[in-house]
C-alpha cells in the first residue's frame, strides 16, 4: 500500500457505516474498532492476490466475530477482489455476495462461514494445522512451497465461548506458530459493559496455552499494530496480539457503547462522525486516491509470479509430488479409488465378518484410505473405542508437521471446527471420532459443516442402548433422528461390515456435504446379498429380503437389521435396509416406490420414532432415556425381540 494513513481505516468505517445503515441492519461498531488493526494487516501484511482468490500459498484471514462483516467486506472490495460497490449496497438482502455473516462460497476472499462465536478461531487453528502439515508433507531441504501465515480477528464473544478454550488450548500443544490472532479487546458485548460477566486474564490465559502474547497495544495506532505482527512472526509458537480498542471508534456520541453493537448509527449520527474523521464524502463514495493506496492486485500478481517460479523448480525436482499436491487441492480422488472400492467390496463381502460396525469402520480406512494421502484424523480421546487409528495412520509429529493422526483430547467441539478449518483449506478430507451421543456437543460445528457443503467424515461409535452398562447418560436414543434434521448431512448407521464400507466410500467421495456414521460397539452379523443388493447399498435404502408373497415390509437400519431378518422368518414379510435417509429421498420415484412395496410398513430402529412416519405405518423404537445394564438385558427391556417384532407386525396387519 502506497499511502497508509489513517483515510484508508476511515473508508472501512464509512462504508461500514453506510451499508449498515442503507439496510437498517448489522452491526457497524465492530468494524469502526478494527479499521486500524484491519489495515494493518490487509495493507502492510498480509500476502494474498485478489486476482486469484485460490492460490495455494495465500494467507489465510478469518473473521471470527463474524457480526463484523461488513469489515471484511470493505476490505475484500478496496483491495480489490470482485465485490463491488454495488455488492456493499445490497449488504444483508436476498441473494446478495454479502450476507449478513460472511458465508463461505457467496464471494472470492471469504475463507469460512463465521457468526457462531468462537467457531472461526477454531477454523483458523485447523487452516494452521493445515499449512503445517503440508509443508511437513511437501517441504524440501531445497524447495519451500507450502509458507504463509493464518490471521483471525476475534473479539470478547469469542474469548468467552468455550470452543475458543479447546482450540487455542490445542494450538498451543501444537506450537502451531504460522497462526497468529488478533483480539479486538473493546470490552463491550450487546448487554454492555463485560466486566459485569468476563474478567479473565487473557494474557495469562493464552500463555498457560503456550501462546506467545503480545500486548495490550494500541489497536488504534497502525504502526503498533504492524510492529506487533512483525514481532508474532519471530516466535515459535502462536501469537494472541491483544489490542486495544473502542467500538464504534469516530462516532462522537456513541464511541465505547453498546449502542454501536448491533444498530445502525442513524443518519445524524453518520453525518457526525463522517465530519469527524475529516471524511467530506457522500455515502458509499471512495475517493480515487484511497482506491488506489488499498488495491493490493499488482503487489498480488507479484507474489504468486515469484512463488509460481518456485513452484515451477519444484516440479522439474519432484514431479510426483506435484501431481499429489495439485490433485489434492483440486479435490479429486486417486483415478484408481473406484477400482479399490470394488476389490474391497468384493474382499469385505466374501469374508462375511460378524463384527462391530465400529471396528468394520476401521477396516474399512484400511481398505480405502491406506494410500489416500488426504485423509487426516483422529478421536475426542476414544482412539481405542472408536477404533479410528488404521494401517496407514500415523500420529503428527508437531516439530515437523508429518504424519495424519491427530489426538484431539476431549475437545468434541473443537475437533469438528478445526476439521472445518482443515477441509476448507484444501487438500485434506478430515475425520473426527467419539461417543454419538456427545456429538450434542460438536453439533454446531457439525452444522457448520453441512451449511459450507464440506467433505468432512463424523465417526460416532456407540450407536444406541447397545453400549449397555454406561448407562442412559451415555445411550443416544434422540441422537441420529436429530442428525439426519441437519440439511445436508448424510447420516449412515449401517447394519454390517458391507454397509459400513460402503458408507465411507460415499464420505470419501462426497463433494459438497458432510458425512457421518452411527457404528454399533456390538457385534453385527453379515448379511448375504446378491449383486444388485451390492450395487444398491449406496442408494441409502434397498430391498435386503424379497418375498412376493409379503403381508408387510420391515424397515430397519445397524443393529435392527438382524432383527427385521429374525422376525421375517415367522412373519410373511419383506426386509428393508435404510442405512441412509437422506441418499434414499434422493433416488427416484419409481425405485423409492420399489423398495418400498405396497404393503405396510413396519420401522424398527433404537432410537425415537418420530422421523419414520415418513415412510412406516407403525414404529418400533425408543421415546423414553436408555437404562444402565447389560446390553444383552436392554434390548428385550425396550422390546426389541423377533416376538415383539412380530406381535407389532400382526397388530399392524390387524388394523383396517
Known amino acids: 500500500m502506497s499511502k497508509m494513513n489513517k483515510q484508508c481505516a476511515n473508508a472501512i468505517r464509512a462504508l461500514s457505516m453506510d451499508a449498515v445503515q442503507k439496510a437498517n441492519s448489522g452491526h457497524p461498531g465492530a468494524p469502526m474498532g478494527m479499521a486500524e488493526m484491519a489495515t494493518a494487516l490487509w495493507g502492510l501484511n498480509l500476502s494474498h492476490n485478489p486476482n486469484n482468490p485460490h492460490w495455494i500459498n495465500r494467507d489465510r484471514f478469518i473473521l471470527s466475530n463474524g457480526h463484523a462483516s461488513m469489515l471484511l467486506y470493505s476490505l475484500l472490495h478496496l483491495t480489490g477482489y470482485a465485490l463491488s460497490i454495488d455488492d456493499l449496497k445490497d449488504f444483508r438482502q436476498l441473494n446478495a455476495k454479502t450476507a449478513g455473516h460472511p458465508e463461505y462460497g457467496f464471494a472470492d476472499g471469504i475463507e469460512t462461514t463465521t457468526g457462531p462465536l468462537g467457531q472461526g478461531i477454531a477454523n483458523a487453528v485447523g487452516m494452521a494445522l493445515a499449512e503445517k502439515m503440508m509443508a511437513g508433507t511437501y517441504n524440501t531441504e531445497k524447495h519451500t512451497i507450502i509458507d504463509h501465515y493464518t490471521y483471525t480477528f476475534l473479539g470478547d464473544g469469542c474469548m468467552m465461548e468455550g470452543i475458543s478454550h479447546e482450540a487455542c488450548s490445542l494450538a498451543g ?5 504460522k497462526l497468529i490472532a ?6 463491550i458485548s450487546i448487554d454492555g459493559d463485560i466486566r459485569g460477566w468476563f474478567t479473565d486474564n487473557t494474557k495469562e490465559r493464552f500463555l498457560s496455552y503456550g501462546w506467545n502474547v503480545i500486548g495490550q497495544i494500541d489497536g488504534h495506532d497502525i504502526a503498533a499494530v504492524d510492529a506487533a505482527i512483525k514481532e508474532a512472526k519471530k516466535s515459535d509458537k502462536p501469537t494472541l496480539i491483544i489490542c486495544k480498542t473502542l467500538i464504534g471508534k469516530g462516532s462522537p456520541n456513541k464511541e465505547g457503547s453498546e449502542a454501536t453493537h448491533g444498530a445502525p448509527l442513524g443518519a445524524d449520527e453518520i453525518a457526525a462522525t463522517k465530519a469527524s474523521l475529516g471524511w467530506n464524502y457522500g455515502p458509499f463514495e471512495v475517493p480515487e486516491e484511497i482506491y488506489q493506496a488499498w488495491d493490493a492486485r499488482t503487489a498480488g500478481d507479484q507474489r504468486e509470479e515469484e512463488w509460481n517460479s518456485r513452484f515451477d523448480a519444484y516440479v522439474a525436482d519432484h514431479p510426483e509430488k506435484a501431481d499429489e499436491l495439485l490433485r489434492r487441492i483440486a479435490g479429486e480422488l486417486p483415478d484408481n479409488f473406484e477400482e479399490i ?9 466374501e469374508k462375511e465378518e460378524n463384527i462391530a460396525t465400529r471396528v468394520a469402520s476401521k477396516n474399512a480406512l484400511d481398505l480405502l484410505a491406506t494410500n489416500l494421502a488426504e485423509i487426516v484424523g483422529g478421536s475426542a480421546d476414544l482412539t481405542p473405542s472408536n477404533n479410528t487409528f488404521f494401517k496407514g495412520s500415523r500420529d503428527l509429529d508437531i516439530t515437523t508437521g508429518e504424519g495424519n493422526y491427530i489426538r484431539f483430547g476431549v475437545r468434541e467441539f473443537g475437533m469438528a471446527a478445526i476439521m472445518n478449518g482443515l477441509a476448507l483449506y484444501g487438500g485434506f478430507i478430515p475425520y473426527g471420532a467419539t461417543f454419538l451421543v456427545f456429538s450434542d456437543y460438536a453439533r454446531n460445528a457439525i452444522r457448520m459443516s453441512a451449511l459450507m457443503e464440506q467433505r468432512v467424515v463424523y465417526i460416532m461409535t456407540h450407536d444406541s442402548i447397545g453400549l449397555g452398562e454406561d448407562g442412559p447418560t451415555h445411550q443416544p436414543v434422540e441422537h441420529v433422528e436429530s442428525l439426519r434434521l441437519i440439511p445436508n448431512l448424510y447420516v449412515w448407521r449401517p447394519c454390517d461390515a ?4 460402503v458408507a465411507w ?6 463433494e459438497d456435504h458432510p458425512t457421518l456414521l452411527a457404528l454399533s460397539r456390538q457385534n453385527l452379523p453379515h448379511q448375504t446379498r446378491d449383486a444388485k443388493c451390492l450395487e444398491e447399498i449406496a442408494r441409502g435404502g434397498y430391498t435386503l429380503l424379497e418375498n ?3 403381508e408387510i415390509t420391515l424397515l430397519a437400519t445397524g443393529s435392527e437389521v438382524e432383527l427385521a431378518m429374525e422376525a421375517a422368518k415367522e412373519l410373511n414379510a419383506r426386509v428393508v435396509s435404510m442405512p441412509c435417509v ?7 420415484e419409481a425405485y423409492k416406490v420399489a423398495v418400498l412395496g405396497e404393503k405396510k410398513i413396519l420401522a424398527i430402529e433404537a432410537g425415537v420414532t418420530r422421523g419414520w412416519y415418513e415412510f412406516a405405518d407403525a414404529v418400533l423404537g425408543i421415546d423414553t432415556f436408555g437404562a444402565s445394564a447389560p446390553a444383552k438385558d436392554l434390548f428385550p427391556h425396550f422390546g426389541f425381540t423377533v416376538d415383539n417384532v412380530i406381535q407389532k407386525a400382526q397388530a399392524l396387519l390387524a388394523k383396517a
Do not use: H, I
Open 341 to 349: 472400492f470394488a476389490a474391497a467390496l468384493k474382499s469385505v463381502n
Open 582 to 588: 437422506e441418499r434414499f429421498r434422493e433416488q427416484d
Open 182 to 187: 488478533l483480539y479486538d479487546d473493546n470490552g
Open 498 to 501: 458391507v454397509e459400513t464400507l
Open 548 to 550: 412376493p408373497a409379503a
Open 173 to 177: 500443544t501444537l506450537k502451531l506458530n
Open 505 to 510: 466410500a460415499d464420505g470419501l467421495k462426497a
